[in-house]
């Protein structure tokens, strides 16, 4: 009889467990650190979200800042997942995830399936237009190559014409790449050619398996990934791309959008976001005080 009951409730849990996964609704992994005093006077100043549970749209395929967490497939670890959670600390609320395509990263929280989006995406004035965000991050790019750099890829110019650059749907490089298309043809070289997938890791293995050539993306994505692989990848080199990583939020939602500003301010200022960059392996020289970029 104790036998029955304990696989009736094991059925159930799992049951409960695959029900919260299909939702795309999961939890984080890790602790959190001390709460920064000065949130003590933000959650008086900023009362709507304390308490609360908020949605973040997330695209869990980038290590080091948001990926499933390898122990456990209903968590999720990264920087990005750590800095949410302290500025939910900060304001008092907490946060649950859904996971999707980096393309649909803004759809989703235009259309109220999600509350915010921190997911090492970059602000543009472009994106600016479909939400309101706050920049957190200096971004650098790298160039992944396969071992040995055979086609002598070395950015996103020349070196690149007739080569196969695999990247993100809806990542900033990609009009880059295509920018180059006519300037390879107007000197008599073969265009390049874009491949494009739903996540980091797709784009990885697109060099993995001879497919692509190239994948120029965030550097410490691309150190992660050369890291992981060093006997079949390489990094051409790094490169300076003129965006900031942000957290975007609703454009309708200004109120919200100061309270995350004022938050992670408290955040840095307790060195909590340099503390992370150091823990998940990321180069430091990507800290930047916050910014509010939003459509002109």
């Known amino acids: 009889m104790q036998n029955w009951l304990f696989l009736k409730a094991g059925r159930a849990w799992v049951a409960a467990l695959a029900a919260i996964v299909a939702t795309g609704f999961l939890m984080p992994a890790g602790s959190q650190a001390a709460t920064p005093a000065g949130c003590t006077a933000l959650q008086t100043k900023y009362p709507e979200w304390k308490g609360k549970t908020l949605v973040n749209a997330i695209n869990p395929h980038t290590p080091g800042y948001e990926a499933i967490d390898p122990n456990d497939p209903s968590k999720y670890v990264g920087f990005d997942i750590d800095i949410g959670e302290a500025i939910g600390d900060c304001l008092g609320f907490k946060l649950t995830y859904k996971p999707v395509t980096f393309a649909a990263l803004l759809t989703t929280l235009a259309s109220g399936q999600a509350d915010i989006v921190i997911s090492d995406i970059y602000a543009t004035k472009e994106r600016a237009k479909a939400a309101d965000f706050i920049t957190y991050s200096k971004v650098f790019d790298g160039v992944l190559v396969a071992k040995g750099n055979p086609k002598g890829i070395h950015g996103i110019d020349m070196t690149m014409c007739g080569a196969a650059a695999a990247e993100n749907t809806g990542f900033v490089e990609v009009p880059l790449v295509q920018d ?5 043809k107007a000197e008599g070289k073969a265009e390049p050619t874009l491949q494009l997938y739903d996540n980091n890791a797709n784009c990885i293995q697109a060099i993995l398996a001879g497919r692509a050539d190239t994948y120029v993306n965030d550097v410490n994505t691309v150190d992660q990934a050369v890291k992981a692989n060093p006997d079949k990848l390489e990094k051409a080199i790094a490169v300076t791309i003129p965006y900031s990583v942000g957290i975007a939020v ?3 939602k200004p109120q919200f959008r100061d ?9 840095q200022k307790a060195g909590i976001h340099m503390e992370l960059l150091k823990k998940w392996e990321l180069d430091v020289n990507n800290f930047k005080e916050p910014d509010i970029l939003v459509a002109d």
């Open 259 to 267: 309270a995350v500003m004022a938050a992670l301010i408290e955040v």
């Open 250 to 252: 609703p454009k309708d």
């Open 180 to 184: 180059l298309m006519p300037k390879c």
